[in-house]
């Protein structure tokens, strides 16, 4: 079984900064592709940032030059750094990975964390 955990939300002033993590646990073989998706209320989830295996990353326009995505792969862990906060930025972040889980052969399965809520207030 593989579970994602997040941490790190909370209420910030619009200026003001946060980092997410999202760990990764349970029978892993690997971790393709982590990314980071948000979702404001009466509105569609969209993606933020995703972070390849090797690094490589890409952002939503709205959220570039502010939004740092970065990953662990030794500790299986998504982060996101998030600079001068805007209230427009407010909430639930949700990660999402890609992985390999033991048993069930090369199939890369989809696997999202339970949600974090971040608040900027203006």
């Known amino acids: 079984q593989v579970q994602l955990v997040e941490s790190g939300g909370g209420l910030v002033q619009a200026g003001g900064s946060l980092r997410l993590s999202c760990a990764a646990s349970g029978s892993i073989v690997s971790i393709n592709s982590m990314a980071w998706y948000r979702q404001a209320p009466g509105k569609q989830r969209e993606l933020v940032a995703d972070?390849?295996?090797?690094?490589?990353?890409n952002y939503a326009d709205s959220v570039k030059g502010r939004f740092t995505i970065s990953r662990d792969n030794a500790k299986n862990t998504v982060y996101l750094q998030m600079n001068s906060l805007k209230p427009e930025d407010t909430a639930v972040y949700y990660c999402?990975?890609?992985?390999?889980?033991?048993?069930?052969?090369?199939?890369?399965?989809?696997?999202w964390g339970q949600g974090t809520q971040v608040t900027v207030s203006s």
């Open positions: 999402l990975a890609k992985i390999m889980p033991r048993g069930f052969g090369r199939v890369l399965l989809n696997y």
């Open positions: 972070i390849t295996s090797d690094g490589s990353t």
